[in-house]
C-alpha cells in the first residue's frame, strides 16, 4: 500500500472524489487531512480550475489536502486518470497530519 495526497480534484467534495472509492479503480482509505510542511506554488489557472502544484520548495504556501492508502491498481489508476507522467508527477514531499479518522 501507498500514500497518496490529494490536494485538488480528487479531495471530499470535489468531482472527482468518487474515483478514490470506486472498487474498479482499487481500494483506497481516507486517512485525514494534512498540508505539507514545505511551501509550495499551488497554481490554478486552466479553464477548468485545475490546480497544479509546482515542485518549487520554499516558494508559495503550505498546501492542504488529504492523504489515502491506495493498492497497487489504485496507484495504477490515479497516474493514467492524472496522466503522470506527461502533466503531473509524483514526487516526495513532508506532510503534517492534522486529523486521523477515528
Do not use: W
Not at 481516507?30 to 479553464?47: N, R, W
Amino acid at each position: 500500500m501507498t500514500r497518496v495526497f490529494v490536494y485538488g480534484i480528487l479531495k471530499k467534495g470535489q468531482p472527482n472524489n468518487y474515483r478514490m472509492f470506486d472498487n474498479n479503480n482499487g481500494k483506497a482509505e481516507y486517512l485525514g487531512l494534512a498540508f505539507t510542511s514545505q511551501k509550495y506554488p499551488l497554481v490554478i489557472t486552466t479553464k477548468n480550475n485545475i490546480p497544479f502544484l509546482l515542485n518549487i520548495p520554499g516558494q508559495g504556501h503550505r498546501v492542504h489536502g488529504e492523504i489515502y492508502k491506495v493498492d497497487d491498481q489504485m496507484l495504477k489508476f490515479l497516474d493514467t486518470f492524472k496522466s503522470v507522467p506527461t502533466l503531473y508527477q509524483r514526487m516526495m514531499v513532508q506532510l503534517v497530519q492534522l486529523i486521523s479518522p477515528c
